[in-house]
């Protein structure tokens, strides 16, 4: 079995966060660190560690990230000015939490894509 996070913990309401969305497939929680107005972040219940790790049998539950997101960008009056969903994958995707996830960032116009060439 994949190694927990502390994604987990928050999961099963172990340790304090907004949680803003739950059910048996996903739960969403505000990101401590928030880098837009509204940022909020979707992960399957069950540790999938990143992108790479993804088989068949987390399509239901990926898929659900993306209804998840669309409600809650509603929820937050993002939907018609639009938004920003981010999932990084390891090391070159600056993914810090190995428990995929993905970002729901909007409220403010969100500039480029990528960040400039360092
Ligand atoms: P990533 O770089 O894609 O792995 O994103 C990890 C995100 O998790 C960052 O935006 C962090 O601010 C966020 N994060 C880390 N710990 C917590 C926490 N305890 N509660 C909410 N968000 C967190």
Redesign the pocket.
């Known amino acids: 079995m994949a190694e927990e996070t ?1 994604f987990s913990k ?1 999961i099963r309401k172990e ?1 304090p ?1 907004e949680i803003t969305y739950q059910d048996e497939l996903v739960t969403a ?5 928030p ?1 837009a107005p509204t ?1 909020i ?1 979707i992960v399957p219940n069950r540790v999938i560690p990143t992108v790479s790790d993804v088989s068949g049998e987390d399509e239901a539950a990926l898929g659900r990230l993306f209804s998840v997101a669309a409600r809650l960008a509603e929820a937050e009056g993002l939907s018609e000015d639009g938004y920003r969903l ?1 999932v ?1 994958c390891r090391d070159h995707g ?4 190995y428990h995929l ?1 993905m ?1 729901l960032l909007g409220g403010r116009p969100l500039g480029p894509m990528l960040a400039p060439r360092r």
């Open positions: 502390i928050i340790i966060s929680f505000r990101d401590i660190n880098q940022h972040l981010i990084n600056g993914q810090e939490v996830h970002h």
